[in-house]
């Protein structure tokens, strides 16, 4: 599936990465240079960099299968053009909604020109984050160059439109967030801020933290809320593309007198051998090093195909890629449970870690995204059952 991603927020960050370590192909497209320069390389990403037209957009989304519209909440019309790309490409939109923050004791404006006009009938200093694109509309406050400290990003098209503006050096603020609440407060302290303007950005993009700081401040929050829009939040999307594979089920089998074959010695060989033998089964290892438990047959050579027959399960355990994948496939071919120790795609059965204590025992596996987890849950596993023992 062709997918393409309208990115430049933390969230679309976060998309891509863990598309990129699932494996997965995307294209991500972000509006500017400096867009693509906090974007940091990975696999299977491609960046593609420009402002496009909703025309341009529709020839770009050809042969594509979804989009997921990752852009600013506030990108009205970056939003209306791509959902109208889509329409015309024929291909899925979906948008990535970023979740709202509950704020309380602030004053709700519809937009940056209603949050002017209400600046206009107040007094004090203002510290706007509300970025550069809308800044014109508060040249409409009397005094505004006096009054109004920007903060915007350290971009060069950022630091032209102030200027274009008239806002003085003095009272332009070029940082890229995130901000703590401390670095806030330090800044409405620097502006001797009696308001601070901003939008519903929520969690991603620091609005807790300014909230936090403007009640330390004892500042007033002018709060431009969010265009109303249907979409998904960023967990939903995350299953949607990224769907988790079905836990193992847990299948417990009588070893008793059962051929078992385990091929390779080093730890991770010998350990599986030791634990098959405690169970019941008739091991045999096949190495030409290392040594094999006590109670199982040791032949030193090479694994030959014929090696497997009659086996009920084999352990492929060889610091060898290329032997343990045939093991695998000849094991498929005969319907014989196997498990790869290097690869967890290339087995039939997964080996567990395996407690046992007052006549129980447990077998624990994990998805493979984390060992440590498995080895902290076996642990504590083992505790219990030392308890039932005592």
């Known amino acids: 599936?062709?997918?393409?991603?309208?990115?430049?927020?933390?969230?679309?960050?976060?998309?891509?990465?863990?598309?990129?370590?699932?494996?997965?192909?995307?294209?991500?497209?972000?509006?500017?240079?400096?867009?693509?320069?906090?974007?940091?390389?990975?696999?299977?990403?491609?960046?593609?960099?420009?402002?496009?037209?909703?025309?341009?957009?529709?020839?770009?989304?050809?042969?594509?299968?979804?989009?997921?519209?990752?852009?600013?909440?506030?990108?009205?019309?970056?939003?209306?053009?791509?959902?109208?790309?889509?329409?015309?490409?024929?291909?899925?939109?979906?948008?990535?909604?970023?979740?709202?923050?509950?704020?309380?004791?602030?004053?709700?404006?519809?937009?940056?020109?209603?949050?002017?006009?209400?600046?206009?009938?107040?007094?004090?200093?203002?510290?706007?984050?509300?970025?550069?694109?809308?800044?014109?509309?508060?040249?409409?406050?009397?005094?505004?160059?006096?009054?109004?400290?920007?903060?915007?990003?350290?971009?060069?098209?950022?630091?032209?439109?102030?200027?274009?503006?008239?806002?003085?050096?003095?009272?332009?603020?070029?940082?890229?967030?995130?901000?703590?609440?401390?670095?806030?407060?330090?800044?409405?302290?620097?502006c001797g801020a009696k308001w601070l303007v901003t939008k519903d950005t929520g969690a991603a993009g620091g609005l807790p933290e300014k909230l936090a700081a403007a009640k330390r401040c004892g500042c007033q929050v002018l709060l431009i809320d969010r265009p109303q829009e249907d979409g998904m939040t960023p967990e939903a999307v995350y299953r949607l593309l990224l769907p988790r594979k079905p836990l193992r089920f847990p299948l417990f089998v009588d070893l008793t007198g059962r051929q078992c074959l385990v091929v390779g010695c080093g730890k991770i060989g010998a350990h599986r051998a030791e634990a098959l033998l405690r169970y019941g089964a008739v091991v045999t290892v096949i190495a030409p090093e290392g040594e094999a438990p006590a109670g199982a047959t040791h032949i030193r050579r090479r694994v030959q195909p014929e090696d497997l027959d009659g086996m009920f399960l084999v352990t492929a355990a060889t610091d060898n890629r290329q032997v343990n994948h045939a093991i695998y496939e000849q094991c498929v071919q005969r319907n014989i449970w196997v498990s790869t120790a290097d690869n967890r795609e290339e087995c039939t059965f997964f080996f567990p870690a395996v407690r046992t204590g007052g006549g129980l025992s447990v077998g624990l596996v994990s998805d493979g995204s984390d060992h440590k987890k498995t080895a902290r849950a076996a642990r504590a596993i083992e505790a219990v059952l030392q308890e039932e023992i005592g």
């Open 1 to 190: 599936m062709k997918l393409v991603i309208f990115a430049g927020t933390s969230e679309g960050r976060d998309l891509c990465t863990r598309l990129s370590q699932a494996g997965r192909e995307a294209t991500v497209c972000v509006a500017t240079e400096y867009g693509k320069e906090i974007l940091p390389p990975m696999p299977g990403i491609t960046v593609h960099t420009g402002r496009m037209t909703a025309e341009e957009m529709a020839d770009f989304l050809q042969e594509t299968q979804m989009v997921v519209d990752a852009t600013h909440p506030y990108a009205v019309e970056v939003s209306k053009n791509i959902r109208q790309a889509c329409e015309t490409a024929n291909c899925r939109y979906i948008r990535l909604l970023r979740p709202k923050t509950q704020a309380e004791h602030v004053v709700h404006v519809a937009s940056a020109a209603e949050a002017a006009e209400y600046l206009a009938h107040t007094e004090g200093n203002v510290l706007l984050t509300v970025g550069s694109k809308e800044l014109h509309c508060f040249t409409a406050v009397p005094e505004y160059a006096k009054r109004l400290w920007p903060r915007v990003l350290p971009a060069a098209a950022s630091m032209e439109i102030c200027q274009k503006l008239g806002f003085p050096a003095a009272h332009t603020i070029l940082m890229q967030g995130p901000f703590s609440e401390e670095l806030n407060t330090a800044l409405l302290h620097t």
